[in-house]
């Protein structure tokens, strides 16, 4: 039996909704948004903003930005700007997008949106009562793989969902001054990787009702790795394993009475699928041609369309997702104590919860 796959629902690259974007933020995550915007879309960066002039300078060079802001507040004023990608480390994610919707601005917030299901509630209650839009840049769920996939669940082609499995880790060396090992700037796994996997059990099986976490945390409490057990409304169970000591292939897979989706490349990337049903197997590709950081464009060119339909947040993933998500996020780092020490790292508690 052959798959007639569903189609594609991406936003255009081009010829569609185009908005005038400005950056806060311009690290590495940055570098690669703008870099896809410009090269494969109409969305163009307009201005960048940064305590460090010279950053803001070397940044706008590098990518032919005109605006260059010495300061967040002057980068928010900027009527050039429509909407502003807030880059910044996650713990300042909060103070950046209120900024930014303080000035009237549509905001695009890298994920997680911030550390804690309350902070991202008073982000999405003050985008809510200034009308501006505003998303996690959550991008994997723009990508044209997950798109499919988002059919092939709702016309039930996979029956019912009972199993999902997800892993994302890639290591990071012990470094006391990367902010991956300190927990005042946000550190961890699950706010990093994690995010991917959680988002994903979410997306394929809805909302845990139940949830348990085991994972290794550091001397200063710091999250290295982690494995949670969920089961939502329903009975589909998922486990969703992240790491920042070890690369994990992040193959993720959605089994279900009828038919089982396994990713054959990395599910938070654009990325290739098989559908098997038992020895049946057809195969899904990806036809962008993008690769890696290069699907960050979906999303922005997405948003330009919500915005120009008159959403105030994405359908895909709404700000409900984004306080759901976190909750979820919450739930599993309140589970990991600290360990003795880095020479013997101690296993966490679990903690059964309902988001």
């Known amino acids: ?83 502003v990608y807030v880059a910044s480390p996650h713990p300042q994610h909060l103070e950046h997008a209120l900024l930014a919707i303080a000035a009237g601005k549509h905001v695009l917030v890298e994920k997680p949106m911030t550390t804690s299901a309350a902070d991202t509630r008073t982000l999405a209650t003050a985008a809510r009562q200034a009308g501006v839009f505003a998303m996690e840049a959550l991008w994997t769920r723009y990508l044209p793989g997950t798109t499919v996939v988002a059919r092939l669940l709702a016309d039930g082609v996979l029956g019912d969902v009972h199993l999902v499995t997800v892993d994302v880790g890639w290591p990071h060396e012990p470094d006391p001054t990367d902010r991956m090992f300190d927990p005042a700037a946000g550190g961890g796994a699950l706010l990093d990787a994690g995010v991917y996997g959680h988002w994903f059990a979410r997306f394929a099986t809805g909302a845990p009702v139940t949830s348990r976490t085991t994972g290794v945390v550091s001397d200063r409490g710091v999250d290295l790795q982690s494995v949670t057990v969920s089961t939502a409304d329903g009975g589909a169970q998922s486990v969703v394993t992240t790491s920042m000591t070890a690369w994990t292939p992040g193959l993720a897979v959605i089994a279900g ?13 654009p990325a290739s699928f098989a559908l098997h049903r038992g020895r049946d197997v057809d195969h899904w590709a990806d036809p962008s041609g993008l690769h890696g950081r290069e699907g960050l464009v979906w999303q922005a060119a997405a948003l330009a369309r919500y915005v120009a339909d008159g959403h105030t947040e994405s359908p895909l993933h709404t700000l409900d997702d984004s306080i759901g998500l976190a909750t979820s996020l919450d739930a599993a780092r309140a589970a990991l104590e600290p360990g003795p020490g880095p020479a013997a790292p101690g296993v966490s508690g679990h903690v059964t919860s309902t988001p």
Do not use: C
């Open 1 to 83: 039996m052959t798959t007639v796959f569903p189609e594609v629902e991406v936003e255009p690259l081009r010829g569609g909704a185009t908005l005038r974007w400005g950056v806060i933020g311009p690290g590495e995550i940055a570098n690669d948004f703008t870099a896809t915007l410009h090269a494969h879309s109409d969305q163009r960066v307009v201005a960048v903003g940064s305590r460090s002039p010279e950053r803001a300078a070397a940044f706008a060079a590098r990518h032919g930005v005109p605006g260059v802001h010495g300061s967040y507040e002057a980068l928010v004023a900027d009527p050039t700007v429509d909407v």
């Open 257 to 269: 009475s009828r038919a089982t989706v396994r990713w054959t490349d990395h599910f938070v990337f």
